[in-house]
């Protein structure tokens, strides 16, 4: 199909036209031949690691910092090196910089503008290392950089649930199991539940990326270099802890981004488990919560609709963060030691993951701002479905210092003696009552509405409004601490 040099794909990078046939210039030496387009094609990764241009200079001035204080480097040489990739980070991120295909990734794309500015001294930034060691120090440092975004955004997030949680400390809903009216719950401890999850998110990701901090700089190809390199140089610079300690095992580790996704696989599932609750809460059988215009789309036919459409994406965006990380496992599993090029696989599908990550962590805060609950709706709905039959049981063993297996049993018969009667178990007489339970006294009635319910449940992290306030002090504390630190 390309034989003699004829070029029956062009390449799809900026629209470019890329020199297929022309020998690289990186490595001209060894070859009679450049490559077939479709090579070019398979192998070019520049049309998305170009994303990686801003981490990819700052590892390389790092790099020619400490080739310089190492006397690897002259002075003035390295003054060149640093001033042309600082013109070069400003051209890119202009929008001024012309991609190439046929430089294949970010590395090469960089070191090629570098020379066409300085000349031949664009070569020697290269001394000491390798694309292998260069690209996992700019996956990594993108992956930490993302990370501490997500972090600060999942922050923001937990804001806006815990001001919700605050104006409904005493807001009563049914809380279900099973999605079956169980008890009466506060949405406020409901809304909690959810900052509960968020930190444990940003936890995971504040973990990752401790174990991120090493730098694989200076690892070269994988054996290491013959050049007095300082590793704990470049490293420091970079803020990293620490040098990685194998080179072999620095240039061909990716547990960073697959802990990363893994970490955004758990949030995105959290995610959407909020999301698909707006989406029943909002349905006019529930009506729990008014979503606002801003996050919502009417239907081009049915004039009536208020579509959740940002929650349902968020919903669904968890299938394509998972599948990137299943996609990533599956590219690392069976790759012997130590750079493969398969390895060039790992970005595309991480960055779409965090990409929707962030999308859907400021998403779903919006909607948390903005949502409206439907107060006299919720506490309507708690109280259907016999909802405080667990708090009669428990006035049988309290009061009557009946076995709860016993008042289990009582309530049981109440709960269907009321469904019998078509009512709520607050509307049954206390004949009735005694009828199935003499020593039943109109105390009970004391414990069987909805909010006197919420009200009893004042165990550590329960459902009553105290304790609900109690929770959203902790945490404020503990978001104030963590800005302060
Ligand atoms: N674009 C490559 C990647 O993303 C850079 C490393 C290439 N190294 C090599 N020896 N071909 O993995």
């Not at 008890?183 to 909690?192: K, M």
């Not at 701002?369 to 439907?374: G, T």
């Not at 414990?447 to 165990?459: E, Q, Y």
Request: proline share 2%; hydrophobic share 40%.
């Amino acid at each position: 199909m390309t034989q003699n040099g004829k070029k029956s794909h062009s390449s799809s990078c900026d629209g470019q036209e890329s020199s297929s046939k022309a020998q690289n210039k990186m490595w001209g030496g060894r070859f009679a031949a450049g490559p077939d387009a479709l090579m070019e094609r398979i192998n070019a990764s520049i049309d998305f690691d170009k994303r990686l241009y801003e981490q990819d200079i700052r590892g390389s001035i790092a790099h020619c910092r400490m080739l310089a204080a190492q006397n690897i480097l002259t002075d003035e040489d390295a003054a060149a090196i640093e001033r042309g990739l600082r013109e070069i980070r400003e051209e890119i991120a202009e929008g001024r910089f012309v991609f190439s295909a046929a430089l294949e990734d970010i590395h090469m794309n960089i070191e090629a503008r570098l020379r066409e500015k300085i000349g031949d001294a664009a070569g020697r930034l290269h001394t000491a290392r390798s694309r292998n060691d260069q690209v996992a120090t700019d996956f990594k440092l993108w992956v930490r950089d993302t990370t501490d975004r997500i972090i600060a955004q999942l922050g923001a997030y937990q804001q806006a649930l815990l001001d919700q949680a605050e104006a409904h400390a005493d807001t009563v809903m049914p809380g279900f199991t099973h999605l079956q009216a169980a008890q009466p719950v506060t949405f406020g401890h409901h809304l909690l539940a959810y900052v509960e999850m968020a930190g444990r998110d940003r936890g995971r990701f504040a973990d990752a990326r401790r174990r991120a901090n090493s730098c694989p700089l200076g690892a070269a190809a994988l054996a290491g270099t013959s050049f007095p390199i300082d590793r704990f140089a470049t490293a420091r610079a970079l803020g990293f802890d620490e040098p990685a300690a194998n080179s072999l095992d620095a240039v061909s580790d990716r547990d960073f981004a697959l802990e990363f996704l893994s970490a955004a696989s758990i949030c995105a599932m959290h995610l959407s488990r909020l999301a698909e609750e707006l989406v029943i809460w909002s349905s006019a059988q529930f009506d729990f919560v008014r979503l606002s215009d801003g996050f919502t789309t009417g239907s081009s036919i049915m004039p009536q609709k208020k579509n959740p459409d940002a929650a349902e994406l968020i919903r669904a965006k968890i299938g394509r963060i998972l599948g990137a990380q299943n996609a990533l496992m599956v590219v690392m599993k069976g790759l012997p030691l130590a750079y493969g090029k398969d390895m060039q696989e790992d970005k595309e599908a991480l960055f779409d993951a965090a990409d929707n990550l962030e999308l859907c962590i400021l998403a779903m805060t919006g909607m948390i701002r903005d949502l409206k609950a439907n107060e006299e709706r919720m506490h309507a709905a708690a109280g259907q479905g016999f909802t405080t039959a667990t708090d009669l049981a428990d006035w049988l063993v309290r009061v009557l210092n009946m076995p709860f297996r016993d008042a289990h049993h009582v309530t049981g018969r109440l709960v269907r003696l009321a469904e019998e009667q078509g009512c709520d178990l607050q509307d049954l007489t206390l004949e009735q009552m005694q009828a199935v339970e003499e020593r039943i006294t109109d105390e009970i009635f004391t414990v069987l509405g909805v909010d006197n319910s919420v009200a009893s449940r004042t165990s550590y992290g329960g459902t009553a409004p105290d304790q609900v306030r109690t929770q959203i002090r902790r945490w404020r504390e503990r978001l104030a601490e963590e800005d302060a630190s």
